[in-house]
């Protein structure tokens, strides 16, 4: 018996809704990108979900989700290299030490 | 032929052109210049002289410009009177340039008066020549001018200033008199020619009897002011300031004379309303009296041959007033030669000496032999004795005031010429003879200042014989012709004449028992005739009068015009000035405080607002997706709705 698609969709909704938390409250820069990981791991999910639900086409969302693994291993790679051109500015990797753009 | 007239006061106009222009880079030769031209002015003169002689006249003219609907013309216009001026006009004229060379030749601004002296000798030629009062008044206006030039050629000196100052302000009020008379005539009988006035012109305007009159005398008055009469005579003696040969030119034979020429010319319509002639004949003979009485004291060598030339132009005036017209212009060509060889002697001794004061000379007839002898002449003409010729002349005139109806005339001018014979021969015998008062270095005169006394001297001797009974009175025949109205018929007086002889020499005798026999004998009489002696030497007090009188109430009425102008225009002014800066205190507080204050309040509120909104830019990346996050839900929120 499948899991029915609103399992998935609350599943992936408590995903994203870790993911948000740990962008607004982790200091730490690491840890904000992991958090957009798990951000984009819950579209990622629903976006399969929605696939398999769909009658006609079912592979399309499945192209999608592989086209944002690749971009989000891409956003990796740029923010952790960011993070290694802060650190080595200000020396520290925590967001809220980092107020250049202030008033 | 009549046209080469017109070269007459352009050889000198020429001269003038090119002494002014050139005068530096030529230096000393500027008065061979000046003097060419005057001799070429003799030389084409000559011609129209012998015409005029033998009873020609010349007229030629052009029209200017319309007035009214009458031309005002420019032109030549000679008879027998202007022939006569033109005579002593261009040969004493040069004499006295020539002469100028040997007086002038150290002053520094030697070409500067040759050329003023051809600019003069210009203006008074065509004076002498104008056909119409137009150019005669231009003329005049030109020779006065010259005046104030030559008076205050040393203008270095402050006396000098000031005297060419005085003799052209004083002359200027005859002018105005002279102009309004112009006028008067012109709007009375609508011409300004010459030769229109005569007895047969005017007898169309019978009726304006009383504009004529006053026009008459309003022109007497510009010969007032010229031949410094009574009451404007104060000028001339103050003109002596300027270089001798001046004085003689100028102020001696011919300017001063052109108001007798102008007396002469409108002699017809002074003759046709006699009114004015009582004017002239009381001023002139007034003048001759005061003026003589002034010279008696003088101490200045040239300020007694001022004061003789004041009274010699009273002599001219009266005489035409008495309607002598051929004895007042006999005795202006007589005057115009002894009177500029006095002029010219007292040069050559204020050259040779270097003072002009009569008190410090003495004897100097032995050291200056030219000189003195011709001065003795001039002074034996001037004195009337016979046969020179001042005393001819002089007869004339005493002749006319004998025959006319006032006896008065005749006793006063009497009396004027036994003190002219008086003051004359104090200054001779005060400076040639006795003994040397003061050491003095003393030189004779070059021979070109000696040469023109001489021919001067020639002169004074024999032009009175032409008026005499000797040549049956050819002058006054010659002279009549150009007259315009009734003149007194000549007559031979035998009482007048050995009358005047008697007191010509008295006055000499008198003044020879002064200051030669017995020199206590003047201050003796100067003690006992003291108020006569202090009246005399003090002008009467005229000077001071002036001041005290006309020159203190311009001198108040400027000042009341300058308070004037000071309180009330200035006042005007400041006070505008003081509102506007008032005003302008108060717009520019409005400025400050309104206008900037709201331009600065725009800026303060978005100061104020922007302050507070730049709280939100903390620059903490996670805030701002905070925010982000709470608008997708708000936008969301309201999707749903």
């Known amino acids: ?103 | 032929m009549v046209k080469l007239a017109y070269l007459i006061p352009l050889f000198p106009l020429a001269s003038f052109i090119t002494l002014i222009f050139f005068g530096k880079r030529l230096g000393a030769k500027s008065a061979l210049v000046a003097i060419g031209a005057s001799l070429f002015s003799l030389i084409t003169a000559a011609p129209f002289i012998c015409g005029a002689l033998a009873g020609q006249t010349y007229a030629h003219s052009f029209e200017w410009l319309y007035l009214a609907g009458k031309p005002l013309s420019f032109g030549i216009w000679i008879d027998s009177l202007s022939a006569m001026m033109l005579f002593v006009v261009t040969f004493v004229g040069s004499l006295i340039i020539i002469y100028s060379v040997g007086y002038m030749h150290h002053d520094p601004r030697f070409p500067r008066f040759f050329a003023y002296l051809s600019l003069f000798m210009a203006a008074m030629l065509s004076l002498v020549l104008s056909p119409n009062f137009v150019m005669f008044y231009m003329s005049w206006e030109l020779v006065g001018l010259c005046s104030y030039l030559l008076i205050g050629f040393w203008f270095e000196k402050d006396s000098a200033a000031r005297a060419s100052k005085k003799a052209f302000i004083t002359t200027r009020i005859g002018d105005v008199a002279l102009f309004l008379g112009i006028l008067l005539l012109f709007f009375t009988t609508g011409t300004l020619e010459l030769k229109n006035l005569n007895p047969e012109f005017l007898q169309a305007f019978a009726q304006h009897s009383r504009a004529l009159t006053l026009a008459g005398i309003l022109i007497f008055g510009g010969a007032v002011g010229k031949s410094a009469q009574f009451p404007l005579h104060v000028w001339l003696p103050d003109a002596m300031e300027g270089p001798t040969p001046v004085s003689a030119l100028i102020h001696a034979a011919t300017m001063v004379a052109a108001g007798v020429y102008l007396v002469a010319r409108s002699f017809g319509l002074i003759t046709m309303f006699p009114d004015s002639l009582t004017v002239i004949a009381t001023i002139g003979t007034l003048t001759a009296f005061m003026a003589a009485f002034f010279g008696l004291t003088q101490t200045d060598i040239k300020r007694v041959l001022a004061y003789s030339t004041i009274s010699q132009l009273g002599f001219m005036i009266a005489a035409l007033g008495l309607k002598g017209y051929a004895a007042g212009t006999f005795h202006l060509m007589t005057h115009a030669f002894f009177k500029a060889l006095l002029f010219l002697g007292a040069g050559s001794v204020i050259h040779g000496t270097g003072t002009q004061d009569i008190r410090e000379m003495g004897g100097l007839l032995k050291k200056m032999p030219h000189t003195g002898l011709t001065f003795l002449i001039a002074s034996l003409a001037i004195a009337g004795v016979p046969p020179l010729s001042g005393f001819w002349s002089k007869d004339e005139i005493l002749v006319a005031a004998f025959e006319s109806e006032h006896r008065i005339f005749y006793y006063v001018l009497s009396a004027t010429a036994a003190m002219t014979a008086f003051y004359m021969f104090r200054l001779v015998f005060l400076t040639f003879f006795g003994k040397p008062r003061k050491e003095l270095h003393v030189h004779e005169s070059p021979a070109v200042m000696t040469v023109p006394l001489w021919l001067l001297a020639v002169g004074s001797a024999v032009l009175g014989i032409p008026g005499s009974p000797w040549m049956n009175h050819f002058f006054q025949h010659f002279i009549n012709r150009s007259i315009g109205g009734e003149a007194l018929e000549h007559a031979m007086n035998p009482f007048v004449m050995n009358v005047s002889v008697a007191l010509g020499v008295g006055g000499i005798l008198l003044a020879a028992l002064f200051y030669l026999v017995f020199p206590a004998l003047a201050g003796f009489f100067g003690k006992i005739l003291r108020p006569f002696y202090l009246a005399s030497y003090h002008k009467l007090w005229f000077e001071e009068l002036d001041q005290a009188t006309v020159i203190r109430a311009w001198y108040g009425l400027g000042g009341l015009l300058a308070r004037f102008d000071l309180d009330v225009i200035d006042g005007a002014v400041n006070g505008a000035g003081r509102e506007t800066l008032r005003l302008s205190r108060i717009k520019n507080w409005i400025d400050v405080h309104i206008v900037d204050g709201l331009v600065n309040a725009v800026g303060a509120v978005t100061q104020a607002f922007s302050s507070l909104l730049r709280r939100i830019q903390t620059g903490l990346i996670q805030n701002y997706l905070f925010i982000l996050f709470l608008g997708i839900l708000v936008i969301l929120f309201f999707e749903q709705r």
């Open chain 1, 1 to 103: 018996m499948p899991i029915p698609l609103s399992h998935i969709l609350i599943f992936s909704t408590l995903l994203f809704a870790i993911g948000l938390y740990g962008v607004l409250v982790r200091r730490n820069v690491i840890g904000i990108l992991i958090s957009i990981e798990l951000i984009l791991n819950a579209v990622n999910v629903n976006l399969i979900a929605f696939s398999r639900a769909h009658p006609l086409n079912p592979e399309m969302g499945q192209v999608f989700a592989i086209f944002v693994i690749t971009l989000a291993a891409l956003a990796a790679t740029v923010g952790l290299a960011i993070v290694l051109a802060l650190y080595r500015v200000k020396r520290t990797i925590y967001a809220d030490e980092v107020n250049l753009l202030k008033w």
